[in-house]
């Protein structure tokens, strides 16, 4: 299996909660852990040495100077869209998770989901009316899923196939002006039509998605449904469990494992 994470050293303590809760779900699983950063390095991952998870830090070459990004949107964001450049000849799909996730339970079935002529799969956490404004705004057709990338199953071989580096290089310079969420905006303008949705309760459920499903009337959905069946939490937006202003009830998930890979990591001895 491959997972790819892309971050910079500030999230690194986040990151590493993930990865545990990734590692613990997972431990049948032979794990690549692909990770595109400017200052991070092997020697970070070290309280999963001896696991089944390896892990091949890359320095992505890229220009990337004229991008947008904020504080909240840092550089690293469009990493992803261009791992296929920097990725072995061998990885053909990888599945790719933002660091503020919690894997709850195996991610074998989703990283074994027929991807067909798809380019790549997710979850989207927007709306009808939302996905219509937002194909508008982006000159794409309006059934284009407009997908949340913090989960994202990539198909590698084909994007390879149809994809320069330069050319999404220049995809993020030209728009520019009309991104509002960039990496977001720009895998739909790349795209298109080639997305595959999966079901975000699954694979993407974020607090925001489990108040408003709620209110929809998924009576059935309460955290006894989540843990049973939820595979990938996802604290999306500003909205974090470790931050003290945090207000939702999916919290409690990342903090199990935040208690749990801090006990591990103390008993290696590693801060």
């Known amino acids: ?57 890359i320095c992505p070459a890229l220009n990337l100077s004229e991008a947008l990004t904020t504080r909240r949107y ?33 991610l074998k ?35 284009t899923a407009y997908l949340n990338t913090g989960v994202l199953l990539m198909n590698i071989s084909l994007i390879r196939r149809d994809f320069t580096k330069e050319e999404i290089e220049k995809t993020i310079i030209e728009n520019r002006s009309r991104l509002l969420l960039p990496d977001q905006d720009v895998l739909v303008i790349l795209f298109k039509d080639r997305i595959l949705t999966l079901d975000s309760i699954k694979y993407n ?10 209110i929809a009337g998924m009576k059935n959905l309460d955290l006894a ?12 937006g500003r909205n974090k469990p470790w931050k003290e202003s945090y207000h939702g009830l999916l919290g409690k998930f990342f903090d199990y494992y935040r208690v749990k890979a801090e006990s591990y990591f103390s008993s290696l001895r590693i801060s």
């Open 109 to 143: 079935e989703l990283y074994s989901t027929d991807l067909g002529t798809a380019y790549t799969a997710g979850c989207t956490h927007v709306r009808e009316v939302l996905t219509k404004i937002n194909s508008k705004r982006l000159n794409t057709d309006s059934a």
């Open 205 to 214: 459920l974020s607090d925001r998605i489990y108040a408003l499903s709620r």
């Open 225 to 236: 449904y989540v843990e049973e069946n939820t595979v990938i939490i996802h604290f999306c």
């Open 1 to 57: 299996m491959n997972i790819l994470i892309t971050l910079n050293r500030s999230y690194l303590k986040v990151a590493l909660v993930m990865l545990f809760s990734l590692w613990r779900n997972n431990a049948d699983e032979k794990i690549d852990i692909y990770v595109l950063s400017k200052d991070l390095r092997e020697n970070d991952f070290l309280p999963f040495l001896g696991s089944s998870m390896s892990f091949h830090v």
């Open 74 to 106: 840092p550089q690293e964001m469009y990493y992803r869209l261009f791992a296929f450049s920097f990725l072995p000849e061998s990885v053909d799909r990888i599945l790719y998770l933002d660091p503020d996730i919690i894997v709850n339970k195996s």
